[in-house]
C-alpha cells in the first residue's frame, strides 16, 4: 500500500496549516472584478475529463485555455460506464476519435455546446504521468488527437516524460512521485500547477515561497448553485488579497477539479491548499475556483460517462452549468460584500402552478414580481435549477415516473438575495411507458444485483436501466429502487 510522506519542513508546515485551519462559516460567493476573457480550468483525472467538458462546451467562456492531467477526449465515454472505464481509461486503442469530434461539431451546430470557432486561439496543456496504471498514456495520446481538429500544434504542450503514477503532480508536497494511492498527489520534483498557468497565461511573475494569508482561502456556500447532483453543499476559493471584492485590481479566474476522491470530504484540504495553483495565483492576481463534488457522487467522481445525467457533457449537464453559474458569479463584480444595510426583500411569487407532466418532467410557472432579477425553483425543499431562471416558467426534468413532487419558487435579486417562497403546489408525474405502477423494494445492493434489479462493475453497484450510482458492491449498504418500467430502476421510495 502506497504511503503518503511529506518532503520538506515547508510540506510538513502546510500540512499542518491544513490540519489546524480555522473553521469558518460558508459565505456566497463574491462577485469580483475580473477580466473575462481570462478564464481557464484545469483538472486531473474525472477532473480533467470535466474540464474538457467545460473547455469544449463552454468554449465561449473558457475559450483562454485548459490544462488536463490524465483525463481524456471529449464525451469519450458516450455514456457508458463501460466505456468509461474501458476504452477511456484502461483500453485506449478502442477511442472513436473521430467520432467524438463530429459529434462535437453536430452539437455545436445545434446549440449543446458553443461554436467550436472559440477554441482557435485557446492554448492547452496536457501532462500524462510515464507510469500512470489508472488512466493510461494512450487516453492522453488521443486527447491530443482530438484537439488536434480545433486547436492549433503550436498552442498545445504535452509533457509525458515524468515517471508518475496517476495524481497531480508538484514539486513539494505529496507521496513518492511512483505511489498510487490517497490523497493522489505526488512529489516529483516538478511544479505541474506552475507550467500549466504559465503555457496558458504566457510569462509569470514568479510564485510566493512566503505562508498565504489563511483569509485568502473562502469556503462559499455552493448549494445556491446546485443541489445534489452529486456536488457539496460547499465549495472553496482561493482570493488574493489584490483581488477582493472592493478592490481596483482586475484579476484572473481558473478553475481547478479535483479527481476522484479527492474532494474535502476524502482527502481534507490538500487539494484545495497543496497542488501549487495557490503559490502562483497569490502573486499574480489570479483568483483560483475549487468546486466539490460530494461523497454521494460516485466514487466522489465529477459526471464524464453519465451517472448524474445524460446531458452530462453538454452545457445543460447540471454540473456543467452549476460551475457556469459560480464562473458567472464571480466574474460579475467588481463591489463589494458587505451587506445591504436595509434590504428590501422582495415578495413571494404568486400564481405557482404545474402543468404538462410526463413520466419525468414538470412545467412549472409562476407570475412575475417586480424587482426580481431571476427565480429559483424548489423541488421537496432543495434547489431544482443549476442556473438562475430569467423567465416565469421552469421545466423540471429527471423525474421519476408516477410520483408525487412539492415545488416552491423565490424571486432573487441582481447579487442572488432570495426573497420570501411562494406557496407549494404539488403535482403527480405520468405513469412510465407501458403503464407500470412503480413498486419499490429495500435491500442490500448485493442482493439487488443477485434479483436482477442492479448490476456491479469494479466494486460499485449501478441501478438497471437508469444506471444511477448505488454505492459499493455488498451485502451493509442498503438501498431502496424503485422499478417505473420494465427493467428501469431508479433510487427512491413509492407513495
Known amino acids: 500500500m502506497a504511503f503518503t510522506f511529506i518532503r520538506s519542513a515547508a510540506a510538513i508546515a502546510a500540512w499542518a496549516l491544513v490540519s489546524a485551519a480555522p473553521v469558518w462559516a460558508a459565505v456566497d460567493l463574491p462577485a469580483l472584478k475580473i477580466d473575462k476573457n481570462q478564464t481557464t480550468v484545469s483538472g486531473l483525472s474525472s477532473g480533467g475529463f470535466m474540464a474538457v467538458q467545460l473547455h469544449v462546451a463552454y468554449s465561449s467562456v473558457f475559450g483562454k485555455g485548459a490544462g488536463i492531467v490524465a483525463g481524456g477526449p471529449f464525451y469519450c465515454a458516450e455514456g457508458s460506464v463501460v466505456n468509461a472505464t474501458g476504452r477511456c481509461m484502461a483500453s485506449p486503442a478502442g477511442i472513436p476519435t473521430s467520432t467524438l469530434v463530429n459529434t462535437t461539431n453536430t452539437w455545436a451546430s445545434q446549440g449543446h455546446v458553443d461554436p467550436v470557432s472559440n477554441l482557435q486561439n485557446s492554448k492547452v496543456y496536457l501532462f500524462s504521468g510515464s507510469v500512470d496504471s489508472v488512466v493510461k498514456t494512450g487516453v492522453m495520446d488521443a486527447l491530443k488527437t482530438y484537439y488536434s481538429s480545433f486547436v492549433p500544434a503550436a498552442n498545445v504542450v504535452y509533457k509525458k516524460d515524468l515517471a508518475a503514477e496517476h495524481s497531480m503532480v508538484t514539486d513539494d508536497y505529496g507521496s513518492a512521485c511512483s505511489a498510487k494511492g490517497a490523497p493522489y498527489i505526488n512529489d516529483c520534483n516538478f511544479d505541474l500547477a506552475g507550467a500549466m498557468l504559465q503555457h496558458l497565461?504566457?510569462?509569470?511573475?514568479?510564485?510566493?515561497?512566503?505562508?498565504?494569508?489563511?483569509?485568502?482561502?473562502?469556503?462559499?456556500?455552493?448549494?445556491?448553485?446546485?443541489?445534489?447532483?452529486?456536488?457539496?453543499?460547499?465549495?472553496?476559493?482561493?482570493?488574493?488579497?489584490?483581488?477582493?471584492?472592493?478592490?481596483?485590481?482586475?484579476?484572473?479566474?481558473?478553475?481547478?477539479?479535483?479527481?476522484?476522491?479527492?474532494?474535502?470530504?476524502?482527502?481534507?484540504?490538500?487539494?484545495?491548499?497543496?497542488?501549487?495553483?495557490?503559490?502562483?495565483?497569490?502573486?499574480?492576481?489570479?483568483?483560483?475556483?475549487?468546486?466539490?463534488?460530494?461523497?454521494?457522487?460516485?466514487?466522489?467522481?465529477?459526471?464524464?460517462?453519465?451517472?448524474?445525467?445524460?446531458?452530462?457533457?453538454?452545457?445543460?449537464?447540471?454540473?456543467?452549468?452549476?460551475?457556469?453559474?459560480?464562473?458567472?458569479?464571480?466574474?460579475?463584480?467588481?463591489?463589494?460584500?458587505?451587506?445591504?444595510?436595509?434590504?428590501?426583500?422582495?415578495?413571494?411569487?404568486?400564481?405557482?402552478?404545474?402543468?404538462?407532466a410526463t413520466a419525468s418532467s414538470m412545467a412549472i410557472g409562476w407570475n412575475s414580481v417586480a424587482g426580481a432579477a431571476g427565480y429559483n425553483v424548489y423541488r421537496n425543499g432543495n434547489k431544482a435549477n443549476a442556473l438562475t431562471v430569467y423567465g416565469t416558467s421552469y421545466t423540471d426534468s429527471g423525474l421519476a415516473a408516477s410520483t408525487s413532487y412539492s415545488w416552491t419558487v423565490r424571486a432573487a435579486d441582481a447579487n442572488g438575495a432570495e426573497g420570501a417562497a411562494s406557496s407549494a403546489v404539488t403535482a403527480t408525474t405520468l405513469a412510465a411507458a407501458g403503464g407500470e405502477t412503480p413498486t419499490c423494494t429495500?435491500?442490500?445492493?448485493?442482493?439487488?444485483?443477485?434479483?436482477?434489479?442492479?448490476?456491479?462493475?469494479?466494486?460499485?453497484?449501478?441501478?438497471?436501466?437508469?444506471?444511477?450510482?448505488?454505492?459499493?458492491?455488498?451485502?451493509?449498504?442498503?438501498?431502496?429502487?424503485?422499478?417505473?418500467?420494465p427493467n428501469y430502476y431508479v433510487i427512491g421510495t413509492c407513495p
Open 201 to 356: 497565461y504566457g510569462p509569470l511573475n514568479a510564485r510566493s515561497n512566503a505562508t498565504l494569508p489563511a483569509g485568502n482561502f473562502v469556503e462559499f456556500k455552493q448549494s445556491q448553485f446546485i443541489t445534489n447532483h452529486g456536488m457539496a453543499t460547499n465549495g472553496w476559493a482561493y482570493i488574493p488579497q489584490a483581488c477582493q471584492a472592493g478592490s481596483s485590481a482586475t484579476c484572473r479566474l481558473h478553475v481547478v477539479l479535483h479527481g476522484c476522491k479527492q474532494n474535502v470530504s476524502d482527502v481534507q484540504q490538500q487539494y484545495v491548499r497543496n497542488t501549487g495553483y495557490n503559490r502562483w495565483a497569490e502573486t499574480n492576481n489570479i483568483v483560483v475556483l475549487y468546486p466539490q463534488t460530494s461523497t454521494a457522487a460516485t466514487n466522489s467522481c465529477w459526471d464524464w460517462w453519465g451517472y448524474d445525467s445524460a446531458n452530462y457533457s453538454k452545457k445543460s449537464g447540471p454540473q456543467m452549468a452549476a460551475i457556469k453559474a459560480m464562473v458567472d458569479r464571480l466574474t460579475s463584480g467588481g463591489g463589494t460584500t458587505v451587506p445591504d444595510p436595509d434590504p428590501v426583500a422582495l415578495p413571494a411569487p404568486t400564481g405557482v402552478s404545474a402543468s404538462g
Open 442 to 485: 429495500t435491500a442490500s445492493n448485493y442482493a439487488h444485483t443477485l434479483a436482477g434489479r442492479a448490476y456491479a462493475l469494479y466494486g460499485f453497484t449501478y441501478a438497471n436501466g437508469s444506471g444511477q450510482g448505488m454505492g459499493w458492491w455488498n451485502i451493509f449498504v442498503t438501498t431502496t429502487l424503485k422499478k417505473t418500467g
